[in-house]
Nanobody, 121 residues
């Protein structure tokens, strides 16, 4: 059974940083596309970043150089380093994995439970 478990969310002031992590069990990230999405209250789930193992990352337009996605295949973990956080980054952040990839949530087969990120203005 595949499980993705996120950690690292919390409350941070605008301009601050957080590092999210997502650990996988029951599946290896080495052959998957791994991604981060986010969902704010009342809004649709939004693509944040994705990365193929050994490939270049791809980010949503709103990221503008503030976030970095990375994978640690030895630890079967994906990270999202978020810098220069803004109030509008407040959301539940989800990691996802799958073979298809892309920016649509329905392209991903496996999801974590989400971790709350709150940015105070």
């Amino acid at each position: 059974q595949v499980q993705l478990v996120e950690s690292g969310g919390g409350l941070v002031q605008a301009g601050g940083s957080l590092r999210l992590s997502c650990a996988a069990s029951g599946r290896t990230f080495s052959t998957d596309v791994v991604a981060w999405f986010r969902q704010a209250p009342g809004k649709e789930r939004e693509f944040v970043a994705r990365k193929w193992s050994g490939g270049s990352p791809y980010y949503g337009d709103f990221v503008k150089g503030r976030f970095t996605i990375s994978t640690d295949n030895a630890e079967n973990t994906v990270h999202l380093q978020m810098n220069s956080l803004k109030h509008e980054d407040t959301a539940v952040y989800y990691c996802a994995a799958g073979r298809v990839g892309g920016v649509r949530p329905d392209n991903y087969d496996y999801w974590g439970q989400g971790t709350q990120v709150t940015v105070s203005s």
